[in-house]
């Protein structure tokens, strides 16, 4: 086939193509799925001019079926009860006396569990040894075959569903759906934003998804006319005094539109407009991603340009915020209730200027991310004192390699490595959220995914929003004792108070629940049902054990009776910190030596319980160490910081997995290193599809400092390769990234 130019092949291990179902709606995403489950190859070729292409592959999906009467879709992979269906029979056919469940049941070769004739009744598909006569009574010839005997068992009540539904006498055939009270925006990629259930956010959205007298104002590089942020936006300022960093060419005004800090190599951030996302996109309006508090107001302050951000003009935003006297001689109409500050540098002191004080002082809690230095040092403003101080962590809960730590450090909060895909989406495990792309020159709004405590902190900012949206007269005392409490987070680390996560991961539905005044819980089912966090086990090059939880989401005790799998002995499951039912932590190692020479090993982990969901599958999906990965041949480039030019470039191909470079006899001076891509060759790297990275990370672009006395550097070592940046309305692949920003 052939898409954009490029001509697109699937071959089995032999060579030959193979059958695929091709989704070509958007053009900018093609997807290719193939009809059967197994290994293949994909096979990728220009056919005319020249054209640059990610390929992402996730883990494999399920085939998804379509009814037959009703045009609904049914997928093994939906959340129903594999074996049962729910029935309803046509009035007419119920009338006879006589008749009851047990004879309707068997009169399609099911069993009855529950209901009456003339309603709804639950049924069966019964023991294994009678499914051929169930498939004969209700003339089912063939069943997609699963090698997983948990998904060939939802699949054969897919196709009974189906059957039924042909049926003259049966009015209505549905699976038995596991349903949950969490609100679930219908955002379009709500379902990339892996960071919101992680800190139990739907289900504070089940009591508010906050209110539009409750500000936030995001102290930040600006603010772009995004249409995800519409409806979010209240008046803003810019306080950039200097001009030579305003980038628009005046001092402080009244528009505190972002016009980009692009160097002319790589692509502005437009980070002001990514953290204001995650304050408060707007949610539920079936476009592009959910905010952490969808309905409150985000006030644009704009005081990071093309040089950095200035304490002073920083310090004169956080008093226009607070309703206090400053330099613009006005105010907001309404004074903000909390204040965002992804930004900072390194400290000697954790005493709060006086700006910050009075902020305080009036009611505002001020929120700050704790730096990507991946150091104690101190870091201003977070580790001021009356400041909330946000560390980050990733997919996996644990502390991001980036964030800092230290004493300083109060709570932690969802901040993404986008090194990493550890729950096999395709897409990097960073935290996705509304932003703009200059790098073909034209500004092009969408939605990229960043890294760093700048995308933790808003996170924080939000909870509080809806935090105060429940309780309009919450003071920052007030939410510094609870969160000193515990009773806004999940505990991680060691118990308690830590250096690395503060109080713990900030909990939403702890944190609305103890503003309210109200316990926010659930509704469980009165039977128990397994729970799995995380639900897909996805091992990177370097990761060889991971863990999972197992616990209860219904009201009857749950008792695991097994968990297996059906690896043939590379992966070992053990039992970590569990009850005596068998709920609780299981560790999960990787024999990588018994799948030397594989690209990919998979195998699936097999819960088996009392509980209605059970037997319960969690996918396994390992990327061995063996295979060196490939981001095509990339430029290494030595910026000079002082004198605002590249000065030097290392070209470098891929050797086993890695690129080495150097630099001979570097001047005096600060520099930052970034490497990338020319695909287009338009001698420009990071454009749009092309690999991209940065010294320390592309989220944190450490200064590297040579003088007089420095002698060989080694270690500066840093990941490359390549971010999505989703472009809805403009359909664009480019590299998204977070810049650095310097007060």
């Given at each position: 086939m052939q898409i954009l130019g490029l001509c697109v092949a699937l071959e089995d291990a032999n060579g030959s193509a193979v059958t695929v179902t091709l989704d070509e709606s958007n053009p900018d995403f093609i997807t290719i799925t193939p009809q059967n489950s197994g290994n293949y190859y994909l096979r990728v070729q220009a056919e005319q001019g020249a054209r640059n292409y990610i390929v992402a592959t996730g883990l494999p999906s399920a085939s998804t079926l379509q009814s037959r009467n009703s045009g609904a879709e049914m997928s093994v992979d939906e959340n129903f009860i594999p074996g049962e269906v729910i029935v309803k029979f046509k009035n007419n056919f119920v009338s006879t006396a006589g008749v009851t469940r047990q004879s309707l049941a068997a009169s399609v070769g099911l069993t009855a569990k529950a209901g009456a004739p003339g309603r709804s009744m639950l049924m069966s598909l019964g023991d294994i040894s009678a499914r051929p006569q169930t498939f004969n009574t209700l003339g089912i010839a063939a069943v997609v075959q699963h090698s997983d005997p948990a998904l060939q068992l939802k699949q054969e009540t897919i196709e009974v569903v189906k059957a039924l539904r042909k049926r003259a006498d049966v009015e209505y055939a549905a699976l038995n759906y596991l349903r949950q009270p969490l609100l679930e925006p219908d955002d379009t990629y709500y379902g990339l934003q892996w960071h919101?259930?992680?800190?139990?956010?739907?289900?504070?959205?089940?009591?508010?998804?906050?209110?539009?007298?409750?500000?936030?104002?995001?102290?930040?590089?600006?603010?772009l006319d995004h249409p995800d942020?519409?409806?979010?936006?209240?008046q803003g300022y810019d306080f950039i005094s200097s001009t030579a960093n305003s980038g628009d060419g005046d001092g402080i005004d009244s528009d505190p539109t972002d016009p980009g800090d692009s160097d002319g190599v790589t692509p502005s951030s437009f980070h002001g407009t990514h953290v204001a996302g995650t304050v408060a996109a707007e949610t539920g309006n079936a476009t592009g991603v959910a905010g952490v508090a969808g309905n409150v107001k985000v006030m644009p302050l704009r005081v990071c340009g093309t040089l950095g951000c200035a304490d002073y003009d920083i310090q004169q935003a956080l008093l226009y915020a607070a309703g206090q006297s400053n330099d613009s001689g006005t105010v907001p109409a309404q004074a903000a209730d909390i204040v965002n500050l992804s930004l900072g540098a390194p400290t000697n002191s954790t005493i709060a200027p006086p700006a910050y004080v009075t902020a305080r002082n009036a009611g505002v809690i001020i929120v700050a991310a704790a730096g990507n230095e991946s150091s104690t040092e101190l870091f201003a403003p977070a580790a001021y004192d009356g400041v909330v101080s946000v560390s980050a962590v990733d997919f996996a809960g644990n502390l991001a390699y980036y964030s800092n730590r230290g004493a300083?450090?109060?709570?932690?909060?969802?901040?993404?490595d986008i090194t990493a895909n550890l729950n096999g989406d395709s897409y990097p495990d960073g935290i996705l959220s509304t932003v703009g792309s200059d790098a073909s020159g034209a500004l092009r709004l969408g939605y990229g995914f960043y890294q760093?405590?700048?995308?933790?902190?808003?996170?924080?900012?939000?909870v509080a929003a809806l935090m105060k949206s429940v309780n309009p007269g919450m003071s920052p005392d007030q939410f510094d004792q609870w969160?000193?409490?515990?009773?806004?987070?999940q505990d991680l680390g060691a118990a308690g108070r830590d250096d690395f996560y503060g109080y713990g991961l900030i909990d939403a539905a702890k944190a609305v629940s103890i503003a309210s005044g109200t316990p926010i819980e659930p509704e469980l089912p009165p039977d128990p049902l397994i729970r799995i966090t995380p639900d897909t086990l996805v091992y990177d090059v370097s990761t060889d054990t991971l863990q999972f939880t197992i616990s209860n989401g219904g009201l009857a005790d749950l008792i695991i009776a097994s968990v297996n799998n059906d690896s043939g002995g590379w992966l070992t499951v053990n039992a970590g910190s569990v009850d005596a039912n068998g709920g609780g932590t299981y560790t999960v190692t990787v024999d990588?030596?018994?799948i030397a020479g594989f690209a990919t090993a998979g195998a699936v982990i097999t819960i088996e319980a009392n509980a209605t969901n059970s037997p319960l599958t969690v996918p396994v999906m390992v990327y061995n160490q063996e295979i060196a990965s490939d981001a095509g041949f990339h430029y290494v480039l030595l910026y000079n910081i002082d004198r605002d030019l590249f000065v030097d470039q290392f070209n470098a191909a891929i050797v086993n997995g890695q690129y080495?470079?150097?630099?001979?006899?570097?001047p005096a001076g600060n520099y930052f290193i970034v490497a990338g891509n020319d695909f287009n060759s338009d001698d420009h790297i990071c454009g749009s599809g092309e690999a991209c990275g940065a010294y320390a990370t592309l989220g944190n672009m450490t200064k590297i400092v040579i003088d007089n006395n420095t002698g060989n550097l080694a270690g500066v070592n840093f990941a490359t390769g390549f971010n999505p940046f989703i472009a809805e309305f403009q359909g664009l692949l480019a590299s998204a990234k977070e810049r650095v920003l310097l007060p």
């Amino acid at each position: 086939m052939q898409i954009l130019g490029l001509c697109v092949a699937l071959e089995d291990a032999n060579g030959s193509a193979v059958t695929v179902t091709l989704d070509e709606s958007n053009p900018d995403f093609i997807t290719i799925t193939p009809q059967n489950s197994g290994n293949y190859y994909l096979r990728v070729q220009a056919e005319q001019g020249a054209r640059n292409y990610i390929v992402a592959t996730g883990l494999p999906s399920a085939s998804t079926l379509q009814s037959r009467n009703s045009g609904a879709e049914m997928s093994v992979d939906e959340n129903f009860i594999p074996g049962e269906v729910i029935v309803k029979f046509k009035n007419n056919f119920v009338s006879t006396a006589g008749v009851t469940r047990q004879s309707l049941a068997a009169s399609v070769g099911l069993t009855a569990k529950a209901g009456a004739p003339g309603r709804s009744m639950l049924m069966s598909l019964g023991d294994i040894s009678a499914r051929p006569q169930t498939f004969n009574t209700l003339g089912i010839a063939a069943v997609v075959q699963h090698s997983d005997p948990a998904l060939q068992l939802k699949q054969e009540t897919i196709e009974v569903v189906k059957a039924l539904r042909k049926r003259a006498d049966v009015e209505y055939a549905a699976l038995n759906y596991l349903r949950q009270p969490l609100l679930e925006p219908d955002d379009t990629y709500y379902g990339l934003q892996w960071h919101y259930p992680k800190i139990n956010l739907p289900l504070a959205w089940d009591v508010t998804t906050g209110v539009a007298d409750v500000v936030v104002a995001v102290i930040d590089s600006g603010k772009l006319d995004h249409p995800d942020l519409q409806a979010s936006l209240v008046q803003g300022y810019d306080f950039i005094s200097s001009t030579a960093n305003s980038g628009d060419g005046d001092g402080i005004d009244s528009d505190p539109t972002d016009p980009g800090d692009s160097d002319g190599v790589t692509p502005s951030s437009f980070h002001g407009t990514h953290v204001a996302g995650t304050v408060a996109a707007e949610t539920g309006n079936a476009t592009g991603v959910a905010g952490v508090a969808g309905n409150v107001k985000v006030m644009p302050l704009r005081v990071c340009g093309t040089l950095g951000c200035a304490d002073y003009d920083i310090q004169q935003a956080l008093l226009y915020a607070a309703g206090q006297s400053n330099d613009s001689g006005t105010v907001p109409a309404q004074a903000a209730d909390i204040v965002n500050l992804s930004l900072g540098a390194p400290t000697n002191s954790t005493i709060a200027p006086p700006a910050y004080v009075t902020a305080r002082n009036a009611g505002v809690i001020i929120v700050a991310a704790a730096g990507n230095e991946s150091s104690t040092e101190l870091f201003a403003p977070a580790a001021y004192d009356g400041v909330v101080s946000v560390s980050a962590v990733d997919f996996a809960g644990n502390l991001a390699y980036y964030s800092n730590r230290g004493a300083t450090i109060d709570v932690a909060a969802p901040g993404g490595d986008i090194t990493a895909n550890l729950n096999g989406d395709s897409y990097p495990d960073g935290i996705l959220s509304t932003v703009g792309s200059d790098a073909s020159g034209a500004l092009r709004l969408g939605y990229g995914f960043y890294q760093g405590t700048s995308m933790a902190a808003p996170h924080l900012a939000g909870v509080a929003a809806l935090m105060k949206s429940v309780n309009p007269g919450m003071s920052p005392d007030q939410f510094d004792q609870w969160l000193a409490n515990g009773d806004l987070t999940q505990d991680l680390g060691a118990a308690g108070r830590d250096d690395f996560y503060g109080y713990g991961l900030i909990d939403a539905a702890k944190a609305v629940s103890i503003a309210s005044g109200t316990p926010i819980e659930p509704e469980l089912p009165p039977d128990p049902l397994i729970r799995i966090t995380p639900d897909t086990l996805v091992y990177d090059v370097s990761t060889d054990t991971l863990q999972f939880t197992i616990s209860n989401g219904g009201l009857a005790d749950l008792i695991i009776a097994s968990v297996n799998n059906d690896s043939g002995g590379w992966l070992t499951v053990n039992a970590g910190s569990v009850d005596a039912n068998g709920g609780g932590t299981y560790t999960v190692t990787v024999d990588r030596s018994q799948i030397a020479g594989f690209a990919t090993a998979g195998a699936v982990i097999t819960i088996e319980a009392n509980a209605t969901n059970s037997p319960l599958t969690v996918p396994v999906m390992v990327y061995n160490q063996e295979i060196a990965s490939d981001a095509g041949f990339h430029y290494v480039l030595l910026y000079n910081i002082d004198r605002d030019l590249f000065v030097d470039q290392f070209n470098a191909a891929i050797v086993n997995g890695q690129y080495q470079y150097s630099f001979l006899n570097v001047p005096a001076g600060n520099y930052f290193i970034v490497a990338g891509n020319d695909f287009n060759s338009d001698d420009h790297i990071c454009g749009s599809g092309e690999a991209c990275g940065a010294y320390a990370t592309l989220g944190n672009m450490t200064k590297i400092v040579i003088d007089n006395n420095t002698g060989n550097l080694a270690g500066v070592n840093f990941a490359t390769g390549f971010n999505p940046f989703i472009a809805e309305f403009q359909g664009l692949l480019a590299s998204a990234k977070e810049r650095v920003l310097l007060p």
